[in-house]
């Protein structure tokens, strides 16, 4: 039912699996001996960190933070809003924040920043996306899945107005479905 607002597949479900498979593996290589947290920022972050997790051989933990930057729309807004805060201290430790997307940057940017300030050890991004279109602010996130064109993509977490998350694979929105809002 949802694949009629989807003008093309970008990457699929089998493909993101691979992503998964090798992000996990070079994870698992670089923290070796170590006990990261995995960060990940809601909403977005969820059906993408849920899968990587399955491949990163480590002890590690896993945090959820609330962060908000489109509130809606099509355009990523300027300010990143905190939606619901970590629960645990980031001091001392190795941070991997997992992403569904950086785009403008703003967003790991701040986010980045302030897990450093809050006296972490490391702060890494591994993200499914990176639309290097889309910066504002320079960002180079260590671990990235794809790269992909400066196009509004919906599913595997993404959403347009808070809809289309669960599809498994990560599509283009057809214009006329945000166009008609
Ligand atoms: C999306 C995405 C990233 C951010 C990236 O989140 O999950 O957090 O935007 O954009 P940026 O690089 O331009 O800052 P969004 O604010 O849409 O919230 P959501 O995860 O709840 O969808």
């Given at each position: 039912m949802l694949e009629k607002d989807i003008e093309r597949i970008l990457v699929s479900e089998k493909e993101i699996t691979h992503i998964c498979q090798r992000l996990g593996a070079k994870i698992t290589h670089d923290y070796h001996g170590k006990t990261p947290i995995i960060i990940g920022l809601l909403k977005g972050c969820m059906p993408f960190m849920a899968e990587l997790i399955k491949y990163i051989d480590l002890y590690c933990e896993i945090e959820l933070m609330g962060v908000s930057s489109?509130?809606?729309?099509?355009q990523s807004s300027s300010d990143v809003k905190i939606t619901k805060d970590l629960e645990t201290s980031v001091h001392d430790r190795d941070i991997l924040i997992a992403e569904d997307i950086v785009d403008t940057g703003k967003t790991l940017d701040v986010i980045s920043k302030l897990l450093i300030h809050r006296g972490a050890r490391s702060v890494e991004v591994v993200t499914?996306?990176?639309?290097?279109?889309?910066?504002i602010v320079e960002f180079t996130p260590k671990y990235i899945g794809t790269t992909i064109p400066k196009e509004f993509v919906v599913g595997f977490g993404l959403d347009y107005n808070e809809l289309?998350?669960?599809?498994p694979y990560v599509g283009v929105l057809k214009p006329e479905v945000y166009k008609k809002n």
């Open positions: 489109y509130h809606g729309g099509i499914l996306l990176d639309k290097p279109a889309g910066r289309y998350r669960n599809l």
